[in-house]
């Protein structure tokens, strides 16, 4: 699985971290920008075609900005994207959004976050798996 990586410039810093952890860690992936830093950046521009990536080529992303929250709204107007917030506090978030949601964007606070707790979060997310409950596959389908 190649995952989808992208942020904004309050995300970017993080983002470059996280992309030597992904490769130290033998996880593939692809990196949709941006490629420098730019303060007056616009985070659609580079979090749409992230979650468009990652519908089309049925994978998980994470993507990168000031609170997580705009990322967020502007991946899950991407029909098939459940991108699920976290800048912090408990970890059972990170799982329950996979178990309950099969949340298949992580969608992180930078400025909420230490690198250490990023890297965390990004481990717990990827290696939690959907349960395919009945009633969790149920509930997704409505959101179809």
């Known amino acids: 699985m190649k995952l989808i990586i992208s942020s904004d410039h309050a995300g970017f810093k993080l983002k470059e971290i996280l992309k030597k952890f992904l490769k130290n860690n033998n996880l ?52 098939g994207i459940r991108a699920t917030v976290f800048y912090g506090g408990k970890k059972e978030i990170l799982t329950l959004s996979r178990k309950h949601n099969d949340s298949n964007i992580l969608s992180l606070g ?16 990827l290696k939690t798996p959907f349960s395919k409950a009945t ?5 997704i389908k409505k959101l179809k």
Do not use: C, M
């Open 28 to 79: 593939d992936y692809e990196d949709l920008g941006p490629n420098k830093f730019k303060k007056d950046d616009d985070y659609p521009d580079y979090i749409i075609p992230a979650a468009k990536k990652v519908v089309r080529n049925k994978t998980k992303g994470i993507i990168i900005g000031h609170s997580g929250q705009g990322e967020a709204i502007a991946a899950n107007r991407v029909k």
């Open 110 to 125: 930078a400025h909420f976050l230490s690198p250490s707790k990023a890297k965390e979060a990004v481990k717990i997310w």
């Open 135 to 139: 009633r969790h596959k149920r509930r």
